[in-house]
C-alpha cells in the first residue's frame, strides 16, 4: 500500500528546549486508524503538533502524499488535507456551536457548500443540533470533544489527527467517541489517534505503533501490538522501576 | 426632569464617540495581545487629516471619514510589518509591545508637533457651533452628529465581525489563536489587516474629535488612560463590553459633571477602573481570569 504520509527522521521540540522528538519516523497508509501509543513523554502529542505545523522541524522531513509539508503553516497545512483536534478541542467557547461548525469550514470558499455541510453535521449528531445556537464553552466535555470530532466533516481532509478523545470522559462517551472515529473512518478518512490508554485505544484500531523517547519503537497490526511483551515492559516495567 | 434628559442625551453621544475610540484599541488588543499605548496619538493623526482636508479644501469632516480612516490603515499595515510581526514570536510579546507603542506615541507625538505645531485646533464646519432643540431638549449638533456617526460604524464593525467570512476569523483568532490556525486562519494575516482595522476606526474617530474637541498633538496624554480604563473595564478585548463601559462611564461621567463639577468627571473613569479592578477584575465582559 502507498504511504499517504511519511514522518521521517523528524527532530522537534518547544522554543529552545532539548528535542523532544529525537529523530522520529514513521508511516500512515491510507483508509486505517492507526493509533500511536507510548509513555508519558514519548513525544505522541509533540508528533502531532509537528505534522499539523504547530511546531517548527528542526531536521528531517514529513511529506504528504509525497509532497513535503514540514515548514508550512498550520493552515496550509489543513488545506493540504491534514486536521489535528488537539487535546484542548480547538473549540472557540464564546462561538456557538453552529459557528464553530462553519468555522471548521473556514477554508472553504462555496458558502453553499458550507452551509450543507454543516447541517449534514447537525443531522447526523441530534445533541448538536439541539445546541446549535448555545455557546460551545457551556457544553459539557462529551459533547465539546464530539463538536471537535464532528467538525472534521465539514472540511473533510484526508487525514484527521486526533490527540487523546478521551481524555477526561467517563467511560460510556468514551465509547461513543470511538464510534464517531469509526465513522469518520468510514467516511474514506484516514486517523491518526494518540491515546493514553492503550488498551482501549489498540482495540479500536488497525495498526499500532509505539513510541519510546521520541522515537519510533515499534509497530505492527493492532492486535499483535496488543499482546506484544515489549508493552508490558513499556508500561509495566517504566512505572515499576518509578515505583521502587 | 429635563435636566437629566438633557445630561443623558449629551453623555450618550460623547460615549458614542469614546465608545469608536476604544474599539480599534479593544479588538487590537483581542486579537494581537498588542497594549497600544499610541492609540490616541493615531485618533490626532486621524483628526489632522480631517483639519486640513476642510481647512485647505473646504472638506466637511464626516465626509472625509473614510479618507482619514485609510491614511491611518495604511499606516497601522507599515507599522505591523516594520515593528509588531518581526516581535511576534517573542514571548514577553504583549510587555514589549507596551514599550514599543509608547515608543510610537511619543514619536508621533514629536512628528505632528514638528510638523504642526502645538497650537489648539478644531474643525469648524457650519454645524459646528448650531444646537437643535427638541422642546426644552438642547442638543448641539456637532455632538449629536458625532455621536450618530460614531454609532453607525460601531454596528457597521459589529455586523462585519459577525456575518462576514473575515469577521469570524478576527473573532476565531481573539478566542482561540491555535485553534484559529487549525480551522486554516493564516493569524499573521489577520493580525496585519485587524491592526490596519483597528488604526483605521482610530482615524475615523479623530475625523470627529477633530470638530468636538480642540485638540493639538500633545492632547493624546490625556486619552491614553481613558481609553485603556474602557478597555479593562470591558474585559480586555471584548468589544461589546468596551462599548457599554464607554456609554455608561461618559454618562457617569457627564453627571458627576454637571453636579459636582467637570474637574471631577475625568476622575469618573478612574475611579470606576479602581472598583471595578476591586470587585471584577476580568471586567465587565470578560472571563475569569484562569491564567496564572
Known amino acids: 500500500m502507498p504511504e499517504l504520509l511519511e514522518v521521517s527522521d523528524v527532530v522537534a521540540g518547544y522554543g529552545r528546549g532539548p528535542a523532544i522528538l529525537n529523530g522520529i519516523s514513521l508511516t500512515v497508509r491510507p483508509g486505517q486508524v492507526q493509533c500511536i501509543i507510548g509513555p508519558n513523554g514519548a513525544g505522541k502529542s509533540t508528533l502531532m503538533k509537528a505534522i499539523a505545523g504547530l511546531l517548527p522541524v528542526r531536521s528531517g522531513e514529513i511529506r504528504f502524499g509525497g509532497e513535503r509539508i514540514d515548514g508550512l503553516r498550520p493552515d496550509q497545512i489543513l488545506r493540504k488535507g491534514i486536521c489535528f483536534v488537539p487535546q484542548e478541542r480547538a473549540l472557540f467557547p464564546k462561538m456557538t456551536v453552529r459557528e464553530n461548525l462553519r468555522m471548521g469550514g473556514y477554508t472553504l470558499r462555496d458558502e453553499a457548500l458550507l452551509e450543507r455541510r454543516t447541517e449534514a453535521v447537525l443531522e447526523q449528531f441530534p445533541i448538536l443540533r439541539e445546541r446549535a445556537h448555545q455557546h460551545a464553552g457551556t457544553m459539557s466535555g462529551g459533547q465539546q470533544q464530539m463538536l471537535a470530532m464532528a467538525r472534521t466533516l465539514i472540511v473533510e481532509p484526508q487525514i484527521v489527527m486526533l490527540d487523546e478523545p478521551s481524555l477526561g470522559l467517563a467511560p460510556q462517551i468514551v465509547q461513543q467517541m470511538f464510534e464517531i472515529m469509526h465513522m469518520l473512518r468510514n467516511r474514506g478518512m484516514t486517523i491518526l489517534l494518540v491515546e493514553q490508554n492503550a488498551i482501549a485505544g489498540l482495540k479500536h484500531s488497525d495498526w499500532g505503533t509505539v513510541l519510546d523517547l521520541g522515537r519510533t519503537l515499534f509497530e505492527g497490526p493492532a492486535p499483535e501490538v496488543l499482546v506484544d511483551p515489549r508493552i508490558q515492559e513499556l508500561y509495566l516495567g517504566r512505572s515499576a522501576a518509578a515505583a521502587a | 426632569m429635563i435636566d437629566i434628559l ?224 474602557l478597555v479593562v473595564l470591558g474585559g480586555m478585548g471584548k468589544l461589546m463590553g468596551t462599548i457599554v463601559a464607554a456609554l455608561l462611564l461618559s454618562v457617569i461621567a457627564a453627571f458627576v459633571g454637571t453636579y459636582a463639577g467637570s474637574t471631577w468627571s475625568t476622575m469618573t473613569f478612574f475611579l470606576a477602573l479602581f472598583v471595578m479592578l476591586l470587585v471584577r477584575p476580568q471586567g465587565l465582559f470578560g472571563d475569569r481570569i484562569e491564567e496564572a
Do not use: C
Not at chain 2, 72 to 94: M, Q, T
Not at chain 2, 124 to 136: C, E, H, K, N, R
Not at chain 2, 141 to 156: C, D, E, K
Not at chain 2, 201 to 227: C, D, Q, R, T, Y
Open chain 2, 6 to 229: 438633557q445630561v443623558l442625551v449629551l453623555g450618550l453621544a460623547l460615549g458614542g464617540v469614546y465608545a469608536l475610540m476604544a474599539s480599534g484599541l479593544t479588538l487590537i488588543f483581542g486579537v494581537m495581545r498588542i497594549v497600544n499605548l499610541a492609540h490616541p496619538i493615531m485618533i490626532l493623526t486621524g483628526a489632522f487629516v480631517s483639519y486640513w482636508l476642510f481647512t485647505l479644501y473646504g472638506i466637511d469632516p464626516i465626509l472625509s471619514m473614510p479618507v482619514a480612516a485609510l491614511v491611518l490603515f495604511v499606516i497601522g499595515l507599515v507599522l505591523y510589518k516594520l515593528v509588531f510581526a518581526r516581535e511576534a514570536a517573542s514571548a514577553k510579546y504583549s510587555e514589549m509591545t507596551v514599550l514599543l507603542t509608547f515608543a510610537l506615541a511619543m514619536s508621533f507625538d514629536g512628528l505632528l508637533g514638528a510638523l504642526f505645531s502645538n497650537t489648539q485646533r478644531v474643525t469648524t464646519p457650519s454645524y459646528g457651533t448650531q444646537a437643535i432643540f427638541l422642546g426644552d431638549l438642547f442638543i448641539p449638533t456637532a455632538q449629536l452628529y458625532a455621536g450618530i456617526a460614531s454609532f453607525v460604524i460601531i454596528g457597521g464593525l459589529m455586523l462585519f465581525l459577525r456575518y462576514t467570512r473575515f469577521g469570524y476569523a478576527i473573532r476565531a483568532t481573539t478566542q482561540n489563536r491555535a485553534a484559529a490556525q487549525l480551522m486554516g486562519v493564516n493569524v499573521e494575516f489577520v493580525s496585519l489587516v485587524t491592526f490596519g482595522i483597528g488604526l483605521a476606526l482610530a482615524g475615523a474617530a479623530g475625523s470627529l474629535v477633530s470638530f468636538i474637541f480642540s485638540f493639538f498633538p500633545a492632547k493624546h496624554w490625556e486619552w491614553i488612560a481613558i481609553l485603556m480604563s
